[in-house]
């Protein structure tokens, strides 16, 4: 069995041209991969597969001049010059190494190609999931599948990266190598795309390169010894080519939304339910009233159907609740196991237990739970229990903490809630510090707790948790994280696991259970014993569905590994809107921002305002190409990579109208209804 490295290769690169030829150390980049690749054990022989482009004539002479085997074939159809390349070398299995992998290790290849000679895979690599640094790239796949591929797939940004058909058609037997080594992908960038990237290469070269092969492991325990020099090139996006590619497919074309029976439902809710929804943001108001549908009748994975029969990839998920997927086969079946025996009962039922020592077991501050029914009742609970606990009456709070007076009180929202009840609340801004201190200093003794999203969309700086900890402390106040939002997303036991600081009280709601009522309020045992004698008590807490639909959700995040999933397909998203945003010449309008499992779209004008036009045209023209976008994504595990390439599609044609009607001034005029309102103000 003949083992073929193919290494392809070419120079024109927008972002940085001839890099496969620049010098690293004296010789060029391209000869220090070819050496490197061809040190793996298992490799029979190495050949740089470029295109039949004139200016590619320099890497042929390259080659020839180091006697480098070389083959030549098409320009962007790459997956036709793999085949190609791979027939001509008479080639069992197919090594595909990429000329930006300038770090590329032996070993990792050695590792990738042992595990598909073992198990009989077609398509083996480490790049489904990242758990390699970017830039260690490699994927080993037989000769057959290369065939099958080149012949059934006609997709033509998939044949230009060669191997997405591999992963996404289902058509063959893959496996994602993972590295045993445990480190956050996302803090290393080895394949060189930009000008930063080279730096960095050159400087590890310049360490560790005398004339030989490093390896794997000296790389990382350079980097450990020497963290500074991954901020060479840090928050580089990964695959950005590969975004960019959407800019040639053709654009998506509108389809006539038939929304009939939505505005006419409407015309019969607006007599019968104020706001015509039972969630603000789910309101008609929310959407392009009159070009986007009001009612929604049913979902399945990652589609939802409006009551017109319009279908849709939906990225609401119901503002976060359906993490797993809607009517997702295990939870549908644990619920209507469960129905079957009752739904509410005259005394505690066994499952309470279990989900609470579930809980216990799998958020660090858990000792003692107690559950609710939605976020606002957790977050209302826990405030009171720190009120009890200390003897204090003022909160400080950081976030959005839902609809009870203690907190809306402060926001513009806040008809209705009495004066005197909002003096007791004080917000503080995230990321600064000085304004909790000032909080403490002009209340002193008098904060009972400090109430925060651990992370919203812009990630805690300076240790700023930790930080929020000890003043809260110091002032003998509480400190609660609202994770609502962050729970079983982020990481599977919050942000208080992924940033490791825990708090004295913790809030749980929404992607908790796929979708069924349940919040929980857990914490440390001394002050969750409050709940004995603090009143937190409702008709509906201990009803089982919602329960073991949140037993069953828990189980299967741990069990399938969910959040990995979360983390890719949102940063898969979210690189690619801002690529695609940059290539447009949109930055400064709307960017993707927010840590990948929850990213938010945000639209600004051009003085820097939210603009809530741009936010409307935006989501019409991505609702009429089947994409249910209101502006945040709350990624599923049933959003695939089919999914969400289509999105970016739909996201290309969308913002290509956005450029259009900035550029024209006719955002307005191209609206097909109402604009959509603000959500919520904040103070
Ligand atoms: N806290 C946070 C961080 C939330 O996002 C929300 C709801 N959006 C709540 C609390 C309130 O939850 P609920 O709407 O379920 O009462």
């Known amino acids: 069995m003949k083992i073929t490295a193919v290494i392809q290769a070419r120079v024109g690169s927008s972002r940085l041209p001839a890099k496969v030829l620049m010098d690293i150390q004296g010789k060029p980049m391209l000869w220090h991969i070819v050496k490197r690749v061809s040190s793996a054990k298992l490799i029979d022989e190495v050949v740089i597969a470029t295109s039949k482009n004139n200016n590619n004539d320099r890497i042929v002479k390259f080659a020839k001049e180091h006697d480098f085997k070389i083959f030549r074939g098409s320009e962007n159809n790459c997956l036709d010059r793999y085949y190609r390349a791979a027939k001509e070398l008479k080639a069992d299995v197919v090594v595909r190494i990429t000329a930006d992998c300038a770090l590329i290790c032996p070993e990792v290849i050695d590792n990738v190609i042992s595990e598909y000679l073992k198990n009989g895979y077609d398509y083996v690599t480490n790049t489904i999931y990242y758990t390699y640094p970017e830039g260690c790239d490699v994927e080993v796949f037989s000769f057959e599948a290369l065939k099958k591929a080149w012949r059934e797939c006609r997709d033509s940004v998939a044949r230009e990266h060669v191997t997405p058909y591999f992963k996404n058609s289902g058509r063959f037997r893959i496996k994602n190598i993972e590295n045993k080594i445990h480190i956050n992908p996302e803090e290393y960038k080895w394949s060189v795309d930009r000008i930063e990237d080279m730096e ?12 030989n092969v490093f ?92 009551i017109d029969g319009n279908e849709y990839i939906d990225y609401a998920m119901a503002l976060g609740p359906v993490i797993l ?7 549908t079946s644990a619920i209507k196991k469960i129905a079957v025996k009752g739904v509410t009962f005259t005394l505690p039922h066994r499952l309470e237990v279990e989900l609470a020592e579930l809980l216990c077991r799998t958020i660090p501050c858990a000792e003692m739970v107690r559950f609710g029914k939605n976020g606002s009742d957790a977050t209302s609970g826990a405030v009171r229990v720190a009120r009890a606990l200390t003897g ?35 917000t503080f801004e995230y990321n600064k510090i000085e304004t909790l201190e000032k909080i403490f200093a002009e209340n002193p003794k008098q904060i009972a707790c400090v109430i925060m999203e651990p992370v919203g969309v812009v990630e805690p700086e300076d240790n700023f948790l930790q930080k929020v900890k000890e003043l809260t402390h110091k002032n003998g106040a509480i400190l609660i994280f609202d994770e609502v939002v962050t729970g079983f997303r982020i990481s599977l036991g919050g942000a208080q696991e992924y940033f490791n600081v825990r708090p004295d009280l913790a809030c749980f709601g929404k992607a908790m259970s796929n979708g069924l009522p ?10 969750m014993k409050q709940f004995e004698e603090v009143f937190y008590s409702f008709t509906f807490g201990g009803e089982i569905v919602s329960i073991a639909a949140a037993i069953g959700t828990i189980k299967e995040i741990k069990e399938k590994n969910v959040i990995r999933h979360l983390w890719e397909q949102g940063r898969k998203i979210k690189d690619g809107y801002n690529v695609l945003s940059k290539e447009y010449g949109l930055e400064r309008y709307t960017q993707c921002i927010g840590l990948p499992p929850r990213t938010v779209i945000i639209f600004k004008n051009r003085t820097g305002q939210d603009d809530l036009l741009l936010k409307s045209l935006f989501q019409q023209e991505c609702l009429k190409r089947k994409v249910l976008f209101t502006d945040d994504h709350n990624i599923c595990f049933s959003h695939t990579d089919k999914d969400i390439d289509y999105t970016l599609r739909v996201y290309r044609t969308a913002l290509d109208i956005l450029r259009d009607a900035i550029s024209k001034n006719k955002v307005r005029k191209l609206l097909e209804g109402e604009s959509v309102r603000p959500v919520f103000r904040k103070p």
């Open 215 to 306: 390896s794997y492991k000296e790389i990382m325990d350079l980097l450990e010894k020497y963290p500074e020099l991954k901020q060479i090139n840090s928050k580089a996006i990964i695959n950005e080519g590969f975004y960019r590619g959407f800019l040639k497919l053709p654009k998506i074309k509108a389809k006539k939304l038939r929304i009939n029976k939505s505005l006419l439902l409407k015309r019969k809710a607006d007599k019968l339910i104020p706001n015509c929804s039972q969630t603000l943001s789910k309101s008609y108001s929310q959407f392009v009233y009159g070009a986007a549908p009001v009612f929604l009748e049913k979902g399945k994975g990652s589609r939802v159907w409006d």
């Open 392 to 426: 204090r009456d003022k909160v400080a709070c950081c976030g959005y903490h839902g609809w009870q007076d203690w907190y809306i009180g402060v926001t513009t929202r806040n008809k209705g809630v009495p004066g005197e009840v909002r003096k007791l609340t004080s």
């Open 518 to 527: 349940i919040s929980a309020v857990v914490g440390k045992r001394e002050i």
């Open 200 to 211: 960095f290469v050159r400087r590890v070269y310049k360490y560790l390169y005398h004339g």
């Open 325 to 331: 997927g809607h009517n997702y086969p295990a939870i």
